[in-house]
């Protein structure tokens, strides 16, 4: 409400899925777009006020609807990288096992979210979080360089690994940042 009264943005970034994303931007009443699955995309509605930017961003790379929210993509679909994960594992020679492995039950467990909320975030489109039976930083070294040889990349978080196939939270926020200098000045 704070921000709201200043006519303040308040723009989530988070590595959360826009399942898992949408209904709280919803919820709170946010008119601002948002940066979900580790910037891998761009979501907003149409009718936001810097719609019009984010629109002609150039270059485009996809732009399609999911959710309500139109989607700007920054990066490899989903499918591409479940398969990428895959000939990753085999070439390093250990199982690394994605959430497109798991089922909702597995990934709660994982996790520690409730059922609901991991179905949510096995919702994905541009990042493939998994688990390695034991991280070594030879093995993350040998990973990260099988990621490369494929245009992608792994990021760390906290429990799990994240291939994506794009440039990072970074990217999606200075899209944004350019949106809003577009629209509001410096």
């Given at each position: 409400e ?5 006519e ?39 009718e ?9 961003w150039?270059?485009k ?6 959710e ?6 920054l990066?490899?679909r989903?499918?591409?990288?479940v398969?990428s ?25 994982a996790?520690?979210?409730p ?9 994905r ?5 998994f ?18 040889r494929r ?25 944004l ?10």
């Open positions: 704070a921000l709201r009264k200043r303040a943005a308040l723009v989530m970034v988070t590595s959360k899925t826009l399942s898992e994303v949408g209904w709280l931007h919803e919820e709170l009443g946010f008119d601002d777009p948002f940066v979900f699955e580790n910037g891998g995309g761009i979501a907003f509605r149409k936001m006020p810097l719609s019009e930017y984010l629109l002609s150039e270059p790379n996809d732009e399609f609807q999911r309500g929210f139109t989607v700007l993509a990066g490899a989903y499918d591409a990288l398969k994960l895959g000939e990753i594992s085999s070439e390093v020679g250990t199982p690394l096992l994605g959430f497109s492995a798991m089922s909702d039950e597995e990934v709660a467990k996790t520690g979210l059922a609901e909320e991991a179905a949510k975030a096995r919702r489109l541009f990042d493939e979080p688990v390695m039976p034991e991280a070594t930083t030879s093995l993350e070294a040998r990973i990260q360089a099988a990621a490369t245009g992608l990349a792994v990021v760390k978080g906290g429990r799990f690994g994240h291939l994506i196939g794009h440039a990072g939270k970074e990217k999606a926020v200075s899209i940042i350019e949106a809003f200098r577009k629209g509001h000045g410096e």
